[in-house]
């Protein structure tokens, strides 16, 4: 009778919606495994070429030989402080310097160096004509190792962060 039914509408009134309590948990969950993640993982392989790597100007751009060809790489999945001129204070140049020699660090103690396409099977370019590449050093992606360190933010990003606070 009306008495049940007021109860119903009461019930469905008050109930308790868990879905955006257990969606948040589940995106934190998914967060948490997939953090230190290559850009790589889950997908097909990618192509990759042994790099030959001349030198590192900062912590995200190299210059490289790869296919027998003298290439600027720029790094993805990660953005590091620039270094003098482009620097916007003293504080970012110095960040970029030490992220610049811990990238260098990490290649000169690694065994395997490869440059592996962030499309499937191919190498593209940016807009300044460098190889977008993800750099794998021992079979890891550095772009989390540089990150985790605190040493670069994720990208994309969406906007540039600020070195200089």
């Known amino acids: 009778g009306p008495l049940r039914r007021r109860r119903r ?5 008050h109930r308790l919606d868990l879905r955006i309590p257990v969606a948040l948990l589940a995106a934190v969950a ?15 392989p990618a192509m990759c070429e042994a790099a030959r790597i001349a030198s590192c100007y900062d912590g ?3 210059a490289a030989t790869i296919d027998g060809r003298f ?14 001129p482009r620097a916007d204070c003293p504080q970012e140049h110095h ?4 992220a ?4 260098r660090g990490m290649i ?4 395997d160096r490869k440059f592996c ?15 977008l590449a993800i750099l794998m050093l021992d079979g890891r992606d550095v772009a989390p190792i540089m990150i985790d360190a605190g040493l670069a933010v994720p990208l994309p990003l969406g906007v540039d962060p600020n070195w200089c606070l």
């Open 95 to 98: 960040q970029g310097l030490v």
């Open 9 to 13: 509408i009461f019930a469905s009134q």
């Open 60 to 62: 995200d751009t190299c």
């Open 108 to 111: 000169g103690a690694a065994r």
């Open 30 to 44: 998914l967060f948490v495994a997939l953090k230190g993640q290559s850009l790589l993982a889950g997908r097909a």
């Open 117 to 131: 396409a962030h499309e499937k099977d191919h190498f593209t370019r940016d807009d300044y004509g460098r190889i």
């Open 71 to 84: 290439e600027r790489v720029r790094l993805v999945g990660y953005d590091t402080p620039e270094l003098d």
């Open 100 to 103: 610049r020699d811990r990238l």
